[in-house]
């Protein structure tokens, strides 16, 4: 467990993402006490992130939903954690070049601002942070992120809450946040 802010917390597959994942953490609004690299998180999100790129889309619901991915990735999530098409866990975003600018996407879409920076009890308890970046010329979006921030169901207190939110099938790209059709 990393106490926040840290300037020397390194997570993810490449310096892009290990800056994103400091810009998580150190942000001011960063709800979170403490964070931990999860390696297995990384792993996951270097995946999904080549993934998409493989496919030519950013997309939440690449071979499963993302709390699928993480529970057939042999990670324990909470009881009380969604299955198929439920997302609790995770953030993507395409086409932009840098960490900062992913970063300001991100905190402009309510519903990643909300999970990325824990602002309500039920994201706060997440402690554990993967993240990836990968890039392919060749691709629609070129670069390719994606975050995973979670509880694992062996930390400390299961916490039951009233309502379980879900981040849904938003995605951010460089055209902005887009919202799923309804």
């Known amino acids: 467990m990393v106490t926040l802010p840290s300037d020397t917390f390194q997570c993810g597959n490449s310096e892009q993402a290990q800056k994103l994942a400091r810009l998580i953490v150190n942000d001011k609004n960063q709800a979170r006490p403490q964070m931990h690299c999860n390696p297995t998180l990384v792993a996951i999100a270097e995946q999904k992130a080549k993934d998409m790129a493989e496919e030519g889309l950013v997309s939440h619901f690449l071979n499963g939903s993302p709390n699928t991915r993480l529970r057939n990735a042999g990670l324990t999530l909470p009881s009380y954690y969604g299955d198929a098409m439920s997302n609790q866990v995770e953030a993507l975003a395409g086409g932009y070049q840098t960490a900062k600018k992913v970063w ?38 070129v670069e390719y992120w994606a975050i995973y921030i979670t509880k694992l169901s062996g930390d400390a207190q299961q916490t039951p809450f009233s309502e379980v939110p879900d981040k849904g099938l938003g995605i951010v790209t460089e055209n902005g946040e887009i919202a799923p059709m309804q």
Do not use: C, W
């Open 104 to 141: 300001h996407a991100l905190k402009s879409s309510f519903s990643h601002k909300q999970h990325l920076l824990g602002e309500i009890p039920f994201y706060a308890e997440q402690n554990e942070i993967g993240v990836a970046f990968f890039k392919d010329y060749k691709t629609p979006h």
